[in-house]
């Protein structure tokens, strides 16, 4: 059974504490639905749309991440947050953000701030813009924040000299994304800049994708571990087939022979009671939604993003705390079929609760490595090489670190391979 548009807002427990299900809302109807199940997964993909700029679409809130907290999962690696460097610019567009793939540079394609100039001579003059996706983000925010940016606060992706034939040939989609916004890859330069594109944090799950819950099980962006910090280009699709089909084979397992659980009613009409209540405000009651949606958003752009420092960090928490109180009174004019506004509400409750993650875990790490850098603690510590930040934010916030247990192989130096590209 396929219930289109509808999406979970509470997980489902019974006496013990064993998952059984979830409690949906069909956003078509604004109706609630409970579904009981003997095995529930956390597939729902990330979303690391609490950031200004974006490569995912706007409904990706990282949905599930929030509802396995609330449930007092743990998570990992929540600093770990991908930028893609090149993200199309779109002035007052949704398409800001959309990404121009990484075989652009890998076919010598050229990165030059406003000065005309290949800045990536300054960071990595060897590997250039080939160099990984974590620096060359790095380097193109950096461009800009002293100045050296384009007209639209970005950086300008250059492959005409490969020859319109050439690129229009084996660059099809990114040249048609880029025509329909008034573009010519083929031909000449166009602006892009950092996007933020994948969660490399999420949940703790054992090898069979088993949470810390009897009876929930979770895969893909909204578990952590499995990238590190740093995930390779391709490696988000190999991560969802390959602990989709685990998740499924070790759920095919456990439900034989398994009881229906017996959920609580009262957390079912609890949790009904919570979401409904911006509906019920009257006109000029409650908070602006889309001022604290904006304001979470360039506050995880500024402090939580590409560059951190130990008191931006502190300055982001406590205003997402302040952000997530004042969010509890926000109002969402309409009834509750296809409200959009509410939706929206909805998507900030979940952001709001991963942002507050990221930030903790990225205050905690006091280094740099792979996309996770602190200005104030700008190399990798050998004190950190080989533990994880882990975060609980139920019943009360906790962050501690972790060793990593290596059973198998142990890292060992990078040895030179030749360059792929891949859009993933």
């Given at each position: 059974?396929?219930?289109?548009?509808?999406?979970?807002?509470?997980?489902?427990?019974?006496?013990?504490?064993?998952?059984?299900?979830?409690?949906?809302?069909?956003?078509?109807?604004?109706?609630?639905?409970?579904?009981?199940?003997?095995?529930?997964?956390?597939?729902?993909?990330?979303?690391?749309?609490?950031?200004?700029?974006?490569?995912?679409?706007?409904?990706?809130?990282?949905?599930?991440?929030?509802?396995?907290?609330?449930?007092?999962?743990?998570?990992?690696?929540?600093?770990?947050?991908?930028?893609?460097?090149?993200?199309?610019?779109?002035?007052?567009?949704?398409?800001?953000?959309?990404?121009?793939?990484?075989?652009?540079?890998?076919?010598?394609?050229?990165?030059?701030?406003?000065?005309?100039?290949?800045?990536?001579?300054?960071?990595?003059p060897a590997?250039?813009?080939?160099?990984?996706?974590?620096?060359?983000?790095?380097?193109?925010?950096?461009?800009?924040?002293?100045?050296?940016?384009?007209?639209?606060?970005?950086?300008?992706?250059?492959?005409?000299?490969?020859?319109?034939?050439?690129v229009e040939?084996?660059?099809?989609?990114?040249?048609?994304?880029?025509?329909?916004?008034?573009?010519?890859?083929?031909?000449?330069?166009?602006?892009?800049?950092?996007?933020?594109?994948?969660?490399?944090?999420?949940?703790?799950?054992?090898?069979?994708?088993?949470?810390?819950?009897?009876?929930?099980?979770?895969?893909?962006?909204?578990?952590?571990?499995?990238?590190?910090?740093?995930?390779?280009?391709?490696?988000?699709?190999?991560?969802?087939?390959?602990?989709?089909?685990?998740?499924?084979?070790?759920?095919?397992?456990?439900?034989?022979?398994?009881?229906?659980?017996?959920?609580?009613?009262?957390?079912?009409?609890?949790?009904?009671?919570?979401?409904?209540?911006?509906?019920?405000?009257?006109?000029?009651?409650?908070?602006?939604?889309?001022?604290?949606?904006?304001?979470?958003?360039?506050?995880?752009?500024?402090?939580?993003?590409?560059?951190?420092?130990?008191?931006?960090?502190?300055?982001?928490?406590?205003?997402?705390?302040?952000?997530?109180?004042?969010?509890?009174?926000?109002?969402?004019?309409?009834?509750?079929?296809?409200?959009?506004?509410?939706?929206?509400?909805l998507n900030?409750?979940?952001?709001?609760?991963?942002?507050?993650?990221?930030?903790?875990?990225?205050?905690?790490?006091?280094?740099?490595?792979?996309?996770?850098?602190?200005?104030?603690?700008?190399?990798?510590?050998?004190?950190?090489?080989?533990?994880?930040?882990?975060?609980?934010?139920?019943?009360?916030?906790?962050?501690?670190?972790?060793?990593?247990?290596?059973?198998?192989?142990?890292?060992?130096?990078?040895?030179?391979?030749?360059?792929?590209?891949?859009?993933?």
């Amino acid at each position: 059974l396929a219930l289109e548009e509808h999406r979970a807002v509470e997980l489902l427990r019974d006496e013990s504490g064993r998952v059984g299900g979830a409690l949906l809302l069909d956003i078509r109807r604004g109706a609630a639905v409970a579904v009981k199940s003997r095995a529930t997964l956390l597939a729902m993909g990330g979303g690391p749309t609490m950031y200004r700029v974006v490569a995912c679409s706007a409904d990706k809130s990282s949905d599930g991440i929030a509802l396995g907290v609330r449930a007092g999962l743990r998570v990992r690696d929540m600093e770990m947050v991908q930028f893609h460097p090149t993200g199309l610019i779109v002035p007052n567009s949704l398409m800001t953000g959309a990404l121009l793939e990484e075989g652009l540079r890998g076919a010598g394609g050229r990165l030059l701030n406003g000065r005309g100039e290949r800045f990536m001579e300054r960071y990595d003059p060897a590997r250039m813009e080939r160099s990984t996706r974590d620096l060359v983000a790095r380097a193109s925010f950096t461009e800009v924040l002293e100045g050296r940016g384009t007209p639209n606060g970005g950086v300008w992706i250059d492959v005409a000299h490969l020859g319109a034939e050439t690129v229009e040939r084996h660059f099809k989609g990114m040249v048609k994304r880029c025509r329909d916004f008034g573009f010519d890859l083929a031909h000449g330069p166009v602006e892009v800049g950092p996007t933020a594109h994948f969660m490399m944090g999420g949940i703790v799950t054992d090898p069979t994708c088993r949470t810390d819950l009897e009876g929930l099980f979770a895969a893909g962006e909204d578990t952590g571990g499995v990238h590190g910090a740093n995930r390779l280009g391709g490696n988000g699709v190999a991560e969802s087939t390959v602990f989709g089909g685990i998740a499924g084979d070790t759920m095919a397992d456990w439900v034989v022979s398994r009881p229906l659980p017996r959920v609580s009613r009262s957390a079912m009409e609890g949790t009904a009671r919570r979401i409904l209540a911006p509906l019920g405000r009257s006109p000029g009651e409650g908070e602006d939604l889309y001022g604290l949606q904006s304001r979470l958003r360039d506050l995880m752009w500024e402090h939580v993003g590409l560059i951190r420092t130990g008191a931006g960090l502190k300055t982001a928490i406590a205003e997402i705390e302040e952000i997530s109180r004042r969010a509890e009174r926000c109002r969402a004019p309409g009834g509750p079929a296809y409200n959009l506004a509410w939706q929206d509400w909805l998507n900030l409750n979940s952001q709001t609760a991963t942002a507050r993650l990221i930030a903790r875990s990225a205050l905690e790490r006091a280094e740099s490595r792979g996309s996770h850098f602190r200005r104030d603690f700008p190399q990798a510590s050998a004190e950190l090489y080989n533990v994880y930040v882990a975060v609980a934010d139920a019943p009360t916030p906790n962050v501690w670190t972790e060793p990593v247990r290596l059973t198998r192989l142990a890292p060992s130096a990078a040895r030179p391979a030749a360059t792929v590209e891949v859009g993933d």
